[in-house]
């Protein structure tokens, strides 16, 4: 009987040391390349923000210079506002949008699994390519949105080449990118409601819209916050590369968030030091909207 039991616990162990074996295995390289090209960089930014550097010639230490001249430079504060007007303009659409899409592809009907093909699509898309796609879309003479405005007399905006729509047309290439992701985790935050919750409220009386609104969302709460978290770094970020493929910042800077005036800076104006800066003024700008989205997030959840 003891032998049994020894033989048990060496099996037990012998398991455990595979198991530890694989997970270094799948783990490591992904620190490995997580830490080369994530951590060191971000490191580098941050020591780089407190020095003058144009890329050619040596690294001067000049302290908190750089940040002294966030608030006497013009530029900063228009592009502080128009990522702020990125975030306004996508993250609540997004996250919305994206939840009743996700119940919509949630039902169990027939041929289902194709719609959600279609909305997941945008996973496989590239910037580069949802630039160009989008391009054409939003051609004032071409695109099928002015031409379908056309139909019922509305004469459609120039969408890029306009200070006033340039902005909204960079949100709703953002929001298209975005929703794919939203869709999956509130999919999954879907899966763990119980079917009994629903059935119990239909009982007594709720229609579709209170079960939605009433017991669904609540019920994917830390998926919202999660969700609101990865959207806001979405439209911080992401704008930067719409715009720099379809409309380098303009028109006349109407596109230019801090990321893309950080870009600007350094691969224009060869100030790294200073972009670097502007970077880690972007980090604080993410850093306090996610706090007050956690603080509000935690002020809820105590009052439910």
């Not at 119990?200 to 019920?219: E, H, S, T, Y």
Request: proline share 5%.
């Amino acid at each position: 009987m003891t032998q049994v039991k020894e033989k048990k616990v060496g099996t037990k162990n012998q398991l455990k040391r595979n198991d530890r074996f694989w997970l270094g295995v799948f783990i490591i390289p992904n620190l490995f390349m997580y830490t080369l090209f994530i951590l060191i960089p971000s490191a580098v930014g941050v020591l780089l923000s407190f020095c003058e550097w144009n890329i050619l010639g040596p690294i001067k230490w000049v302290g908190l210079e750089n940040y002294r001249r966030l608030f006497t430079d013009e530029l900063i504060m228009p592009a502080f506002g128009r990522s702020l007007q990125y975030l306004a303009y996508g993250v609540l659409p997004t996250v919305f949008g994206g939840f009743l899409l996700a119940v919509l592809l949630n039902w169990k009907v027939k041929g289902i699994g194709v719609f959600r093909a279609m909305f997941f699509l945008p996973l496989t898309v590239s910037s580069a390519v949802a630039g160009i796609s989008w391009s054409s879309i939003f051609n004032p003479e071409a695109g099928w949105i002015n031409l379908l405005l056309k139909k019922f007399g509305i004469t459609g905006p120039e969408w890029l080449s306009s200070f006033t729509w340039a902005l909204p047309s960079v949100t709703i290439i953002v929001i298209w990118l975005s929703l794919p992701l939203v869709i999956i985790l509130y999919l999954a935050g879907l899966q763990r409601i119980s079917p009994e919750i629903m059935e119990a409220a239909a009982l007594d009386g709720a229609n579709v819209w209170q079960r939605i609104w009433g017991i669904v969302f609540p019920c994917v709460a830390s998926t919202t916050t999660l969700v609101v978290v990865i959207e806001i770094l979405a439209f911080l970020g992401s704008p930067f590369e719409i715009s720099l493929l379809m409309v380098q910042g303009g028109p006349l800077d109407a596109t230019t968030s801090l990321a893309y005036y950080a870009y600007k800076v350094a691969f224009e104006q060869f100030e790294i030091g200073y972009a670097s800066a502007v970077v880690m003024a972007q980090f604080f700008v993410f850093l306090g909207v996610a706090l007050i989205v956690l603080r509000i997030r935690k002020s809820i959840k105590a009052r439910g």
